[in-house]
């Protein structure tokens, strides 16, 4: 039985060249999309990465500020992830506090109001 080739982000483009090589389509134009599409999905990831590097970065310092324990910052962290994508999909303020409620149970409600306050603040999607 034949080796089967790991899944990787490689894949997919291996899978267009098959698919331009059956439809005739010339190498240059397969080499050009190839480059725009890796500079336009590293472009987006990228942008994203940075997002939630600085809200990781405001939010543990709100949590250094507040005394809260190293081993509790994940939860925040993850509350902080959430509710900022939530504003970027623009779901309306009543999901939002689902998504508050939902963290309130096991975390401190007033560092959670400052965290989602920061967000709003500094982070709202267009802004």
């Known amino acids: 039985m034949a080796k089967r080739r790991p ?6 483009f291996r899978y267009l060249r098959k698919q331009a090589e059956y439809l005739g389509v010339p190498e240059d134009v ?9 500079v336009v999905r590293t472009g ?7 997002t939630f590097s600085r809200i990781r970065n405001e939010v543990i310092g ?3 500020q ?3 324990p190293n081993y509790d910052w994940g939860k925040y962290i993850a509350f902080a992830q959430e509710y900022y994508k939530a504003m970027e999909k623009g779901w309306n303020s009543a999901m ?5 409620r939902k963290y309130s149970e096991a975390t401190d409600a007033t560092v959670l109001g400052q965290i989602r306050s920061m967000i709003e603040r500094v982070f709202a999607p267009g802004a």
């Open 7 to 12: 899944f990787t982000g490689a894949s997919v």
């Open 30 to 38: 397969v080499n050009s999309y190839k480059t725009i599409e890796v």
């Open 44 to 50: 987006t990831w990228n942008s994203r990465m940075d």
């Open 62 to 64: 709100i949590l250094k």
């Open 66 to 68: 507040a005394g809260i």
């Open 96 to 100: 939002r506090d689902a998504i508050v």
